[in-house]
């Protein structure tokens, strides 16, 4: 095999904006120092060769006559993805050999089928001097997959860093600190596929859409003031409003049981806040707030089972070489 492309995408978390960036609100999302790293190679025998640490499986081969929809789901996306970005390449070999190493589990949603989608689009460009951005064809490809995605993942991933993203766009942040909220995992994830229509359906009927965004609106505001220069009084309302629409989702299908427990803990959304990252359910926790006041919420999480994942802002968005 001959290596012809190696893509590096770092995963997301969004920060404020679930639910409402569906319907063109605007989302606070970054990327963070986990990666997933997608190589491309010529192949040495005929059909789609893909090797993944995302499954148990040794190396898993599609060939020409073989449908995609064949293999099993969580297999599916990323054969998906390689006949896409064949079709958009034309000068590409249908035999081919791809390496998808990811240091974080689907589990956490840090963003793991973005990250796919864009390595993927952008390996085939990249390796055949497609100088045209991958980002339209891998968001594309996600909505053809994904009924309910707005893009904000893949827009984040190539960025780096923070960003506040809408329509397709991206504003770049400089934040005053990098540790002003801490991540925990431990929970079985969330099946964006399943539960994004779910809650999605649910807020239209009760009629809480609008009111969910209005406060997502807030925090980004609020949020990016805080993170370009902290105020105590910008922190308060900022866990107020946080608070409030962590009472919208607690009774949705994307509540998350060790929300509601830390909602009880004293202290809760005054001295620190904490909501799940993205569609909800037992996706990654975020606990906000300065380091010494977040400690009660830390604390009560590591007794739940959830464990801190060492993580930090990756100020650069995908690379390839």
Known sequence: MNPLCQVTI???IMLAGE???????????????RYMRVTLSSADAPGIHIQSDLWKDDT?????DQNPNSLPSYMQPAFLSVRRAQELVPMAAKDCHLTIQCDYPSSYGLGSSSALYLGIITAFFRAHDIQESPLKAARD??????NFASGYDIWTQQTGGIVVYSHDQVQSLTPDCDSYFSVFVGG???????IVPTTYDWLLKQDKLQELSRYNEL?????????AKYDEDIELEFFTVMRKQQTILASSPAANRFILELMELPGAFVNWATKTTGAGGEDAILVFGRAPRRLPAESKLEELGWRRLSVSIATTGALSS
């Open 219 to 227: 925090l980004i505001s609020l949020g990016t003031t805080l993170m």
């Open 19 to 33: 639910y409402s960036v569906l319907t063109g609100g605007r989302a606070l999302a970054c990327a963070v120092n």
């Open 188 to 194: 079985e994830g969330a099946s964006t596929a399943q």
């Open 60 to 64: 898993v081969t599609l060939l020409a």
């Open 141 to 146: 490809l996600q909505q053809s997959s994904q």
């Open 10 to 12: 770092p995963g997301k």
